[in-house]
């Protein structure tokens, strides 16, 4: 008994001298079950349910992102659909010669982001400017309209002929508000997107119908506008027989394509 009791004193040592740096790290009040053992646990209890937070976050943050992709698409999808739709009624009333409704139905669409929906509408505007029934006042602004929306067209895709077919078309009949100066100044602009349609579509016989009329124009011009135009333009537009015979020769190349 009398060496247990010398060796008592040897086991609390080590528990004794530990007890300082327990207190610190809360082991002490952990061991007495004092209020530092509620505080570390509710401590870790805090990590714990912030931890749990920060992954239910991350986990929903996911799933929002996730649900707004498949959103896009499906939005993306829908658009492209609506927008065959539109093109094809468009399409339909063009053919029918029902100028007014078509041009009710594509300025309802005048905000998309679709070249071909553009350059319809520029097209159906152009007509509708031309009707007997339209104002000069409303003729005037739906020619400035068409011009703007084969703008956004062209601008929107190069590669597309159309758009260049029509904005050629535009900016001629915009000419006859802007003077001559203007009008001449254009024709250059006229001849490059014409040639590009053609460049893009062969057998468009439109456009290659309406560069020969280009060329036809300034063969024809007479001795005064062509001194007009000098003064006005160091080079003027010109053009000559020859031209005609290449687009001549594709225009009717093209049209026995159609019909054969």
Same mark, same amino acid.
């Given at each position: 008994m009398?060496a247990?009791?010398?060796?008592q004193p040897f086991r609390?040592?080590?528990?004794?001298?530990?007890?300082?740096l &327990?207190?610190e790290?809360?082991?002490?009040a952990?061991?007495r079950?004092?209020?530092?053992?509620?505080r570390?646990?509710?401590?870790?209890q805090?990590?714990g349910k912030?931890f749990?937070?920060?992954?239910?976050?991350?986990?929903?943050?996911?799933?929002v *992102?996730e649900t707004?992709? &498949?959103i896009s698409?499906?939005?993306?999808?829908?658009a492209? $659909?609506?927008?065959e739709?539109?093109i094809?009624?468009?399409?339909y009333?063009?053919?029918?010669g029902?100028?007014e409704?078509?041009?009710?139905?594509?300025v309802q669409h005048?905000?998309s982001?679709?070249?071909e929906l553009w350059?319809?509408?520029?097209?159906?505007s152009?007509?509708?400017?031309?009707?007997s029934?339209?104002?000069?006042?409303?003729?005037?602004?739906?020619v *400035?309209?068409? &011009?703007?929306?084969?703008?956004k067209? &062209?601008e929107?895709?190069e590669s597309? $002929?159309?758009?260049?077919k029509? *904005?050629?078309?535009c900016i001629?009949d915009v000419g006859?508000?802007?003077g /001559?100066?203007?009008?001449?100044?254009n024709? $250059?602009v006229i001849?490059?997107? $014409?040639?590009?349609? /053609?460049?893009l579509n062969?057998?468009?016989a439109?456009s290659i119908h309406?560069?020969?009329i280009?060329c036809y124009? @300034?063969?024809?011009?007479?001795w005064?506008?062509?001194? /007009?135009a000098?003064m006005? @333009?160091?080079t003027p537009?010109?053009?000559?027989?020859k031209?005609l015979i290449? /687009?001549?020769?594709?225009?009717?190349c093209s049209?026995?394509e159609?019909?054969?």
């Amino acid at each position: 008994m009398a060496a247990l009791a010398r060796a008592q004193p040897f086991r609390c040592g080590p528990a004794c001298l530990g007890r300082p740096l &327990l207190r610190e790290a809360g082991g002490a009040a952990a061991r007495r079950g004092g209020p530092g053992a509620r505080r570390g646990a509710g401590g870790s209890q805090v990590l714990g349910k912030d931890f749990k937070r920060g992954i239910a976050l991350s986990a929903g943050s996911f799933l929002v *992102y996730e649900t707004y992709r &498949l959103i896009s698409r499906f939005a993306e999808v829908h658009a492209s $659909f609506k927008v065959e739709e539109v093109i094809e009624q468009a399409d339909y009333l063009y053919g029918s010669g029902e100028t007014e409704k078509l041009y009710r139905l594509l300025v309802q669409h005048k905000n998309s982001e679709d070249a071909e929906l553009w350059w319809r509408l520029a097209r159906a505007s152009r007509d509708l400017a031309q009707l007997s029934s339209t104002s000069a006042e409303e003729k005037k602004q739906l020619v *400035y309209e068409a &011009l703007e929306y084969a703008k956004k067209a &062209l601008e929107k895709n190069e590669s597309n $002929f159309a758009a260049h077919k029509w *904005y050629a078309i535009c900016i001629s009949d915009v000419g006859d508000y802007e003077g /001559i100066k203007a009008k001449i100044a254009n024709a $250059f602009v006229i001849k490059e997107h $014409f040639q590009k349609a /053609i460049e893009l579509n062969p057998k468009d016989a439109t456009s290659i119908h309406l560069m020969g009329i280009w060329c036809y124009s @300034f063969a024809e011009m007479p001795w005064y506008q062509r001194k /007009i135009a000098a003064m006005l @333009f160091a080079t003027p537009p010109t053009s000559t027989y020859k031209e005609l015979i290449p /687009i001549s020769t594709a225009k009717t190349c093209s049209f026995w394509e159609r019909h054969t």
